[in-house]
């Protein structure tokens, strides 16, 4: 009897044995499970995250980058004109003379000055000027050629760039400056009253007038103030002496009552062409 109770008592713990090795075993294949599950889980997270945080930064770089690139169209791009700006202008006219020096073109600058925009602004106010300024760009970009260079250097001064064949450039220049001062000396029209402007202009050749940007833009800013005191010349009125003042004022005053004043202020205080050699 105690064999037979020993021998059943080594087979429960055979099988108890087996069963806790088979439990053991199969704690330890779901635990595997479970941490290979839990580190899947965890690896695609993060591959789901990181991918997350390389779009967020693609789609932030991307932002940096336009906005990076806004700021630059602003910082080279005339505010009130949108036409480039001085430094914009240099930049590309430099990159222009690079490839002028390794052809048989040449590079010519002209230089340009508003004549009369200063006396509209003080009557008239900021926004005729302003709108003087528009219009006169706008006439700039319908007269010049594709593939030429214009800026607004600041105030009522602009620039324009232009390659020219050496044979024919002088003549291109000449006929390119006459169609200029034409269709800017066009009246504008601002609340109702009729504005005009003329304009004066210089011009400079790389490398007759000089082997840089800013030495061509000095030379064509003093030839544009040689054109404008011809034009100032050509226009300087002969006026009339002390007693023929006199005699205009009657005639003012009788024709013109209600603008008398205005109009012998004008006869008045209107310089006498002596008084303007002195000046």
Do not use: W
Request: charged letters at 25%; proline letters at 3%.
């Amino acid at each position: 009897t105690q064999s037979r109770s020993s021998a059943a008592s080594d087979v429960y713990k055979r099988q108890g044995i087996r069963f806790l090795t088979l439990m053991s075993n199969l704690f330890f294949l779901i635990s595997v499970g479970v941490i290979a599950a839990t580190a899947q889980f965890i690896r695609d997270n993060l591959i789901s995250k990181n991918f997350q945080l390389q779009e967020e930064l693609k789609v932030t770089a991307q932002e940096k980058a336009l906005e990076a690139k806004v700021n630059k169209d602003l910082a080279d791009i005339d505010a009130l004109t949108g036409i480039p700006n001085r430094r914009f202008i240099t930049e590309s006219l430099q990159e222009t003379l690079i490839e002028i020096e390794r052809s048989k073109t040449q590079l010519t600058l002209l230089f340009l000055d508003l004549n009369g925009f200063k006396k509209i602004n003080d009557v008239y106010g900021h926004d005729a000027g302003d709108k003087i300024l528009e219009i006169t760009a706008k006439r700039l970009i319908q007269t010049i050629r594709q593939g030429d260079h214009l800026a607004r250097l600041g105030g009522d001064e602009f620039l324009i760039g232009m390659k020219t064949e050496n044979e024919t450039a002088s003549e291109f220049i000449n006929d390119i400056s006459e169609k200029l001062k034409s269709n800017i000396s066009a009246p504008i029209t601002f609340n109702g009253n009729l504005l005009r402007v003329g304009v004066s202009i210089g011009n400079a050749s790389f490398p007759v007038d000089g082997n840089t940007i800013e030495d061509l833009i000095r030379v064509a800013d003093q030839n544009m103030y040689l054109d404008k005191k011809k034009s100032k010349a050509a226009r300087s009125p002969v006026l009339p002496k002390l007693s023929e003042k006199i005699n205009l004022t009657n005639n003012v005053t009788k024709l013109y009552p209600n603008q008398s004043k205005f109009l012998t202020c004008l006869l008045y205080t209107s310089p006498s062409p002596r008084d303007r050699q002195k000046s």
